[in-house]
């Protein structure tokens, strides 16, 4: 589909789908990193999803099959200073069929609407502001509705809305996401040839990251973790100056996000050229449980039917090597979460009767089994494994989108001696 006509038929397409609701969504603010310094900008993925535009300080209005564009600080003049919200001539053709207006009409083209629809979407609690806007005119309108019907306008989260929409990519975002993945396992590929010992996380993030700007990935898709020793237990271990020491693991969660679609891969390598007997160990039984989850990904399945058989896997490995624990405490987290725009896609888990959402083809997300020994007394004290990759439900069954190595033999034969 030509680029120009694939935005206005997203914001046709949440029209239909959702067409007695109107929708408000914003692109997001500059946030300001010191006295006069902004972070650099990223547009809202939904905004982005339904405009294909970086602009701050914007709002999508859509109301079934009319969207407005609303913004104080657009131009298409060259800027002098800060160009984030100049609009290329690419950028007005993804905007093709949209009323443009100013943030001050926002109050009028709600009022003006509102009345038609039972439902207001927003991202609720992103922004203060509009937050008290938009509860204002649903007081309003709601007084308004009383003298017809007694039931009165409702409010809901605009992300599980879109996230509808998201949950099934095209061809073009799953090329996208598939760049993503090689992208960021050719990083890994370079990681695992790097001499480790008496270098800091902080040092191996750097690394990692540098490579994905040097890949052509302007973000990360979500902050770099890095968990050396016991450190590898922590799910979620932020890079700190601590060395990682010889006869360690090194757990490293780290991605790049490619034009928009963000990748999700962790790894978990020895700090010298091999694991140790126990490392190797809980790493195998990991391995083994993810290679049976990809094998039952398919149309018609669920994430938590996934999430069962990895447990089931687990657990069989570990009661072979006699290995006692609770498969709740040794894996605390789910087996997959759904990948995209954002690195945890807010699209739903459950229908609307509350059953698990079955896969269809198109649908992204990681597989990620895990065991994390953080009992003192246990032999394998301070190990933590997690290996994960990204996938998309195909006719056949799945894709796996990003091939950094992981069986221990590859992994051992690209480290140095």
Not at 240 to 269: H, K, P, S
Not at 276 to 284: A, L, M, P, V
Not at 292 to 304: H, N
């Amino acid at each position: 589909m030509e680029k120009s006509l694939k935005y206005s038929y997203r914001r046709q397409n949440l029209g239909n789908k959702f067409s007695r609701t109107l929708f408000v969504i914003p692109s997001g603010d500059l946030r300001m990193r010191s006295h006069s310094v902004a972070y650099r900008f990223k547009a809202a993925s939904d905004f982005l999803y339904l405009c294909g535009v970086e602009v701050s300080e914007a709002y999508l209005v859509v109301a079934g099959q009319k969207s407005y564009f609303l913004s104080d600080h657009i131009s298409q003049e060259v800027a002098l200073w800060e160009d984030v919200n100049t609009l290329m001539e690419e950028d007005r053709e993804k905007l093709r069929g949209i009323e443009f207006a100013s943030i001050s009409q926002l109050r009028n083209i709600l009022q003006d609407h509102l009345g038609n629809y039972d439902r207001l979407a927003f991202p609720i609690g992103r922004s203060e502001l509009l937050d008290r806007l938009l509860l204002e005119q649903v007081s309003f309108q709601n007084r308004r509705r009383s003298r017809y019907t007694n039931i009165p306008l409702a409010l809901c989260d605009s992300r599980t809305l879109v996230g509808a929409l998201r949950h099934t990519k095209d061809q073009d975002e799953i090329r996208l996401m598939r760049t993503a993945a090689q992208k960021s396992s050719a990083v890994y590929q370079e990681l695992f040839k790097t001499r480790l010992a008496g270098l800091t996380e902080k040092d191996v993030a750097s690394f990692l990251e540098s490579e994905f700007m040097k890949q052509g990935m302007h973000w990360t898709a979500y902050e770099t973790i890095v968990g050396s020793g016991e450190r590898g237990t922590t799910l979620h271990a932020r890079a700190t100056e601590r060395i990682l020491r010889a006869g360690e693991a090194v757990l490293i969660d780290a991605a790049g996000e490619f034009q928009g679609y963000c990748a999700d891969i962790t790894r978990v390598l020895p700090i010298e050229k091999s694991f140790s007997k126990e490392q190797r160990t809980i790493y195998q039984i990991v391995l083994n449980a993810q290679k049976e989850v990809l094998k039952k990904v398919r149309a018609g399945e669920t994430l938590s039917s996934l999430h069962e058989t990895a447990q089931q896997y687990l657990v069989e490995g570990l009661n072979k090597e006699g290995i006692k624990g609770d498969i709740t405490q040794l894996m605390p987290h789910s087996t997959s979460h759904w990948i995209g725009m954002d690195v945890h896609d807010p699209s739903a888990y459950v229908d609307e009767s509350g059953n698990a959402v079955k896969l269809t083809e198109g649908m992204s997300f990681t597989v990620e089994p895990g065991l994390y020994f953080r009992e003192r007394s246990s032999v394998y004290y301070g190990i933590g494994v997690r290996i994960e990759d990204d996938v998309v439900v195909t006719a056949e069954g799945c894709e796996v989108l990003s091939s950094a190595s992981k069986e221990v033999e590859e992994i051992e034969s690209l480290r140095p001696s």
